[in-house]
């Protein structure tokens, strides 16, 4: 199946500085990419919606300053959490959709850890 | 987000029993949905989709049910198995956009 690569899968960082989030599809090409947000036991909260070539569009309530992402090709999506600060600290994953394909099924990566000191 | 940020309610089944986890979907526009399986520490893994002009789907010890007049969505599995200890999360799609939301999910915990 389709494979969704992200990296770094854990990063600690201090209280101000920049973190970038990785997000690759390794076999098939992605004309949008999907940025959720993840606390301990809970759902999925969308963030952003990653589109190549163009701006992303963020949910309600993201702040698209504090992060950043850029799609600038078909197989790459960057989040860069700017400033980051203690409350930043999360679980960060990525999603595509296979462009070529028929159904509508989203390849996840295996997450990244946030921990900002 | 889109999506409701409560704690995760648990299942617990007994080794060899089938489980079932419920999910109550919002929008009555969504027409394409997915069981995702989540374990400790890692991403959504693919189990089983359905689109809404069907109401079951079978896939291998998965079977998944959508009630479109209720907005209601289960996911059956068959002899569950240690292995199936993990979080489960519907999620909902509406054709024409790519966007999923999803369910608040249900920890399945199996007991051996």
């Known amino acids: 199946g389709a494979v969704v690569s992200q990296h770094p899968s854990r990063v600690i960082c201090k209280s101000g500085t920049s973190v970038k989030i990785e997000c690759r599809s390794l076999d098939f090409q992605a004309t949008t990419m999907f940025w959720y947000r993840q606390f301990p036991k809970q759902s999925l909260m969308l963030m952003a919606t990653s589109n190549e070539g163009s701006k992303a569009t963020y949910e309600q309530g993201v702040e698209k300053d504090k992060f950043l992402i850029n799609h600038a090709s078909l197989t790459l999506s960057t989040l860069t959490v700017t400033s980051a600060h203690p409350e930043d600290s999360s679980f960060y994953i990525c999603s595509a959709r296979d462009a070529q394909a028929f159904t509508g099924e989203l390849f996840f990566g295996e997450g990244s850890r946030l921990t900002v000191l | 987000g889109e999506s409701v940020g409560l704690h995760l309610p648990t299942l617990s089944v007994q080794e060899g029993d089938n489980s079932i986890i419920n999910c109550a979907y919002s929008?009555?526009?969504?027409?394409?949905f997915i069981w995702y399986k989540q374990e400790s520490g890692k991403g959504p893994q693919f189990i089983i989709d359905i689109r809404s002009n069907m109401d079951k789907r079978q896939g291998q010890r998965v079977t998944v049910l959508l009630n479109k007049t209720v907005k209601h969505l289960s996911l059956q599995i068959a002899a569950t198995q240690p292995g199936d200890s993990a979080v489960y999360f519907c999620?909902?799609?509406?054709?024409?956009?790519?966007?999923?939301?999803f369910g608040t999910g249900t920890r399945l915990k199996v007991l051996a």
């Open positions: 929008n009555s526009a969504s027409d394409y």
């Open positions: 999620a909902e799609n509406t054709s024409g956009t790519y966007k999923y939301i």
